[in-house]
């Protein structure tokens, strides 16, 4: 932060989680290894880019973000049940093997 500014991880991770968010309800991917825009993720990362660049995109980002979200086919809520039943299974599953 001294030397740029700005806390350049948190802005690199807050446009990468931006924009797996606008490829998740608009593709329904979860792009996880970033060779797209890997070059300027680094750039924000390692100060090559100004705050007021990232201040913008990520305003412009929420904005698609917001937008996708109102017309999303995807679950607004996680379906809290089968997320239950599964962290059980996982769990005696573990327990039986190393207890």
Known sequence: EAKFGFDTKH???L???QRMCLEIMDKHVVNVKRKEDREE???VRFGRRSYESLVEEAEQLELRC???YKTSTLRKEPDRARLDALIVDMTDRYLSLNG
Do not use: F, V
């Open 15 to 17: 446009l990468r989680l």
């Open 41 to 43: 993720l680094l750039d």
């Open 66 to 68: 917001d937008e996708l």
């Open 11 to 13: 802005g690199m991770h």
